[in-house]
């Protein structure tokens, strides 16, 4: 596995990073107890320190998500509030929900989350939320998560840039919906923002879309990943894609 810094130690290359829409994040199964509960959910949205998360599994190549949303998808609003690092709130939280003791809970996940599941295994662990870790292979792991068959799992998303496509993911009965999540105030708000033409009005909609989101805790945001790419130091690339793939159109030699 080669590491960032050693990209960045060698001369002979030039490292380019670039803003995703990747979100990594934990999907807990709304059907099951102790996600059932709002304050177990919000109890794991405060247990999780995002900025130290970033900085250990990814080498600070991130950016903590105080939503689900990323600046590169449209109708992101820096309005909607999400969940400050405070372990205290989160075993006051656990305790009112009736877990004073904590809680054994198996993580599914798969092993290109390793790293970041091994952080926040710790950082759960620390305000009484054990997680007991189950690695499969990605495929393994999604049809676990698209079954139900699961209680917390650790993956990612990236969707189409236009936040309406996070509709697949909170939309009732929609396609990726695996929480799942019913919220009929949701629902409607992703009916007006597809039916108006007014980016702003638009804009607005999302924005009390997601913090109606964020506040019933439907998953745990952690990241945003960074794109990293490496080329050859005197080669000058002036475009990106969405992905963050460099366009051939746009590079020269120097």
Not at 164 to 173: A, Q, R
Request: glycine share 4%.
């Amino acid at each position: 596995e080669i590491s960032y810094t050693s990209l960045k130690e060698n001369e002979d290359l030039q490292v380019i990073e670039y803003d995703s829409r990747e979100l990594t994040h934990l999907t807990m199964n709304l059907n099951t107890e102790p996600f059932n509960n709002l304050e177990v959910r919000q109890a794991v949205n405060y247990a999780l320190d995002k900025e130290a998360i970033v900085k250990i599994a990814l080498e600070g190549l991130g950016t903590p998500a105080d939503y689900v949303l990323s600046e590169k998808y449209f109708g992101y609003s820096d309005q909607v509030t999400g969940y400050e690092y405070d372990p205290e709130k989160a075993k006051e939280l656990l305790a009112s929900a009736g877990y004073p003791e904590g809680l054994n809970l198996k993580l599914t996940t798969c092993d290109r989350y390793s790293k970041t599941a091994q952080v926040v295994q710790e950082q759960l662990g620390q305000v009484g939320i054990h997680l007991e870790m189950e690695q499969t292979d990605q495929n393994a792991m999604m049809e676990a998560v698209a079954s139900g068959n699961y209680t917390i799992s650790l993956f990612m998303w990236s969707l189409d840039s236009d936040a309406d496509s996070w509709k697949y993911v909170f939309k009732t009965g929609d396609v990726v919906n695996y929480a799942p999540y019913s919220n009929p105030e949701v629902d409607d708000l992703f009916v007006q923002a597809q039916q108006t033409t007014d980016s702003d009005e638009r804009v607005a909609l999302y924005t009390q879309l997601f913090q109606i989101i964020s506040d019933d805790a439907v998953m745990a945001p952690i990241f945003h990943a960074k794109i990293v790419s490496a080329s050859a130091a005197d080669l000058v690339i002036n475009e990106f894609n969405a992905f963050g793939q460099p366009l051939p159109y746009s590079m020269s030699w120097q």
